[in-house]
């Protein structure tokens, strides 16, 4: 006997009404695709009887070649957050944050508390401060923390202030012979050192500072200790 051929929209159509019309199943919590015969059954569920039953409603229906059931169980449980709600108290929660500017961070909440920060903030403190909040709100089942660090610009006045310190560590006392210039996270030495090392040590010790994302050591080594390493 010949399979029942027909069309894909009628298909559709019956078996949405198939589906409408059995009690187990919440119509808009299943997503109906037909092509050539094959549904595919998508969207999300309360239960495994709930999923079986929608897969059973597709196969009664005329003319469905195969079912391919994406469905995804997902229990709710009565009184449960919505995702609104973590949303909600994610964002109160993060307005209670002092020193952390959160107007910077987008927050996303999705599929049964599926928490996603993004943004720019300064510090590795403030980004650990916002997870700090999150992480302990009721409903939130998971936590994804893309919130990149941007520090702010470095001064000229930093990176010598950490030369200095850093030539003072070493008992060597001529950072005042070290031009800095700062511009955009770019950093250049100039002037005169005594040694390899000092010149080493001063570029080093500007590296480390927030902020600098480049060093141009253009320092030259001079003077009586010229040529030491």
Do not use: W
């Not at 019956?14 to 199943?25: F, I």
């Amino acid at each position: 006997m010949a399979t029942l051929r027909r069309a894909d929209r009628e298909i559709q159509r019956d078996l949405l009404d198939e589906l409408d019309r059995d009690p187990d199943v919440e119509v808009t919590d299943v997503g109906v695709e037909v092509d050539d015969g094959v549904v595919t059954l998508s969207g999300t569920v309360a239960s495994e009887a709930i999923k079986a039953a929608a897969r059973g409603a597709a196969l009664r229906v005329a003319g469905v070649r195969a079912v391919a059931d994406q469905t995804i169980v997902r229990a709710v449980r009565r009184g449960a957050p919505t995702d609104t709600d973590v949303a909600r108290e994610v964002v109160d929660a993060l307005a209670r944050l002092a020193g952390v500017p959160t107007e910077c961070i987008e927050v996303g909440v999705e599929e049964g508390g599926q928490v996603l920060l993004r943004g720019t903030l300064e510090s590795a403190y403030q980004r650990d401060a916002v997870e700090r909040a999150v992480r302990p709100i009721t409903g939130v089942t998971s936590f994804v923390n893309l919130i990149q660090l941007s520090p702010p610009e470095a001064s000229a006045e930093d990176v010598r202030t950490a030369i200095d310190q850093a030539f003072i560590r070493a008992a060597q006392r001529e950072a005042s012979r070290v031009q800095v210039e700062a511009l955009a996270g770019v950093v250049r030495l100039s002037g005169t050192v005594r040694s390899a090392a000092q010149r080493h040590a001063a570029e080093a010790a500007a590296r480390e500072v927030s902020g600098v994302s480049a060093v141009e050591n253009e320092l030259r080594v001079g003077g009586e200790d010229a040529g030491a390493s």
